[in-house]
Each structure stands twice: as structure tokens, then as C-alpha cells.
T-cell receptor
Framework: AQTVTQSQPEMSVQEAETVTLSCTYD???????LFWYKQPPSRQMILVIR??????QNATENRFSVNFQKAAKSFSLKISDSQLGDTAMYFC???????????????FGKGTKLSVIP | GAGVSQTPSNKVTEKGKYVELRCDPI?????LYWYRQSLGQGPEFLIY????????DSGLPNDRFFAVRPEGSVSTLKIQRTERGDSAVYLC??????????????FGPGTRLTVL
């Protein structure tokens, strides 16, 4: 079974500054995906960024980037130039890599509540 | 529709009642997942459908919970004899396992269930 741990229940950042959210995970799988999801008060879960474990290069999506350390089982999210619209809950999630029939449910951490302060 | 839809958006019921929560996935998505998100927690897996069959129901907490997907599209999560501890947001997600992209799951807005 997989576990995902987010050790920061709440964080805040000044608008335009940079913030890093932490995530660690535990798994015996060798091939898997890691995700960061954003959940605003509307409850809609929105995919922010995805990392494939077999890729050494860290994923980036505009202002969002990750620091993926496979050996340490660490997967942090960096948000640059924070905007008010980034205020939300952020969830780190694990999924084993697709290899045919079977269940590929996401395993989530407990989340980090991020507040961007004007 | 363009995305995953869930109805109702909110449901308030009394302890002991029966409720049904509906999920309408993205057209063509064969995989469908139900998750439960309790207050202050991340979503937790309940059940997975591939087509019409429940391929993995290991996350259902007990036999009061049941889900169906009779035609391989819309799914209904059914909860019998509701308890206050069932209060949570129930999220549905769908995916196309053969589309690559890490088998990305697309989420609906959820149904907030409150059991009084």
C-alpha cells in the first residue's frame, strides 16, 4: 500500500513571492506517477502538475514546478510569483503507472491550505 | 457535457435514511472512480469501475455502501441507513486508460452529504 504525507497543514505567502509545499510518500512500486492537485472552495479538484517517476527531469508548468527526489521519496511543489487565485487546498497524490487492466486509484495526502496574502 | 458532473450538489438527510448520489462522467471515459473526502482530509478511494463492472470495491467502508454503473456511463453511489459519520464530500472522477497522459483522472465538483 502507498502512503502520502503532507506535513504542512497551512501555509501563507505574500502575493508575488515564492512558496514551496512539501510532500513525502512511501511505496514499493518502481513505476508510478505523482501529482499535485488544487482544490479551491468550489471543491473542484484541478490538476496542477504531474511527474512520471521514471523521468529524472523535474516537471514544470508555467509558475509551478516540482522538486522530485526519487531516492528520498520526496515531491515538493514550488509556486513562483504567487497570485491571489492560488489560494486553495493543495493535495499531493500518488498513482501507480498504468500497465494494463487493474485499478489505478489515487492516494492523496491530507492537504496543505495555502493562503496568498495581498 | 464537457466535464464530469455530479448531482445533487448538496444533500441533507436524516440518520437512517437512504441516499443516492449520481455521477455523469466525461463521454467515452471507461474508467470511473468514487472517492470520499471527510472534513480536513484528502479524498479516499471507495470504488473503481471499468465499464459496467466494479473492478475494485476494496475502499467501500461497509455493506451499507453500494455503487452501480449499469450501462457503463452514469454511476450511482447508494448509501443505506445513513449515519452521521457518512457526512462528507463524495467525489467522482473519470479517465480514459488508453489515452496516455498518466491515466489522468478528471474530477467532478462533488456532492456534499450531510447526515443530521
Amino acid at each position: 500500500a502507498q502512503t502520502v504525507t503532507q506535513s504542512q497543514p497551512e501555509m501563507s505567502v505574500q502575493e508575488a513571492e515564492t512558496v514551496t509545499l512539501s510532500c513525502t510518500y512511501d511505496t514499493s512500486e518502481n513505476n508510478y506517477y505523482l501529482f499535485w492537485y488544487k482544490q479551491p472552495p468550489s471543491r473542484q479538484m484541478i490538476l496542477v502538475i504531474r511527474q512520471e517517476a521514471y523521468k529524472q527531469q523535474n516537471a514544470t508548468e508555467n509558475r509551478f514546478s516540482v522538486n522530485f527526489q526519487k531516492a528520498a521519496k520526496s515531491f515538493s511543489l514550488k509556486i513562483s510569483d504567487s497570485q491571489l487565485g492560488d489560494t486553495a487546498m493543495y493535495f499531493c497524490a500518488f498513482m501507480k503507472r498504468y500497465s494494463g487492466a487493474g485499478s489505478y486509484q489515487l492516494t492523496f495526502g491530507k492537504g496543505t491550505k495555502l493562503s496568498v496574502i495581498p | 457535457g464537457a466535464g464530469v458532473s455530479q448531482t445533487p450538489s448538496n444533500k441533507v438527510t436524516e440518520k437512517g435514511k437512504y441516499v443516492e448520489l449520481r455521477c455523469d462522467p466525461i463521454s467515452g471515459h471507461t474508467a470511473l472512480y468514487w472517492y470520499r473526502q471527510s472534513l480536513g482530509q484528502g479524498p479516499e478511494f471507495l470504488i473503481y469501475f471499468q465499464g459496467t463492472g466494479a473492478a475494485d470495491d476494496s475502499g467501500l467502508p461497509n455493506d451499507r455502501f453500494f455503487a452501480v454503473r449499469p450501462e457503463g456511463s452514469v454511476s450511482t453511489l447508494k448509501i443505506q441507513r445513513t449515519e452521521r459519520g457518512d457526512s462528507a464530500v463524495y467525489l467522482c472522477a473519470s479517465s480514459n486508460p488508453w489515452a496516455g497522459l498518466g491515466n489522468e483522472q478528471f474530477f467532478g465538483p462533488g456532492t456534499r452529504l450531510t447526515v443530521l
